[in-house]
């Protein structure tokens, strides 16, 4: 006797985009565990469910998907990204705009990809060799300063535009990576040894309003291949 086979439901998958995380110094995908969500979405029938939550895969991205009669949603939609350990924050918007544009006859990976930039916080562990700093900021009461964007780079200065930027987060902390600082010793011992560099600091209030320093005096000598914590005080 044979029992008669019975066809498994079969679920289809629609693909609305695929999220990559990068660092802002680095350029790299972020490998930190995060929660990708849209927590707001047009009032439309059979929408998904809220929070509408990203899908991690193997490649690092983050994918937004529709499952069955599952409408998808079309428009801006804000993408709020969290990372539970602490070690990124979004600090600038990010957004998915439904429908992705498709720039060939065919789709593509590269058309469902979205790029957003994300910051990390004094709770990243840099890989060893790497050059950071990690710095808090008072005023003048000495309370933390919050949402000042910071800016660190070799002197001399001004610094220019295209240097990578970060936030002060709620207590006043930052985390700037400088990866292309490195010491230079060599073994055996080179003739020029690099182990310290000088480096001066930018704060903006943003928009665009600049906060002047109290202490320490830049430029300031900064150790090679090492994080050196900073206490910065401002008016």
């Known amino acids: 006797m044979t029992t008669p086979l019975t ?36 009032i439309v029938r059979d929408m998904p469910l809220l929070p509408w939550r990203a899908v991690p895969v193997a490649d690092g991205t983050y994918r937004f998907l ?52 994300l910051f990390p916080t ?18 003048g009461a000495g ?9 660190i780079a070799e002197a001399p200065a001004p610094i220019a535009a295209a240097v990578p930027h970060t936030y002060t987060t709620s207590d006043g902390t930052f985390l700037v990576r400088l990866p292309g600082l490195r010491a230079i010793t060599g073994s055996p011992p080179v003739a020029s040894p690099r182990t310290t560099a000088s ?5 903006i209030n943003p928009p665009a309003v600049p906060v002047p320093l109290t202490a320490p005096v830049f430029p300031l000598a900064l150790a090679l291949g090492r994080t050196t914590t900073l206490l910065i005080t401002v008016p």
């Open 7 to 42: 066809p498994s439901p079969q679920v289809r998958h629609r693909l609305a985009g695929a999220m990559r995380f990068e660092d802002a110094f680095t350029g790299l995908p972020v490998a930190a565990r995060l929660d990708v969500r849209a927590e707001t979405l047009p």
């Open 66 to 117: 529709v499952s069955r009669n599952t409408a998808m949603p079309v428009g801006a939609l804000t993408i709020t990204v969290t990372a539970p350990d602490g070690e990124y924050e979004a600090n600038e918007a990010c957004l998915l705009t439904l429908p992705l544009p498709i720039a060939g006859a065919f789709p593509t990976r590269s058309d469902y990809l979205v790029r957003c930039t």
């Open 122 to 139: 004094r709770r990243l562990r840099l890989p060893p060799g790497e050059t950071g700093v990690i710095g808090r900021i008072l005023n």
């Open 143 to 151: 309370t933390p300063v919050a949402g000042l964007r910071v800016r």
């Open 199 to 203: 480096i001066v600091i930018e704060l």
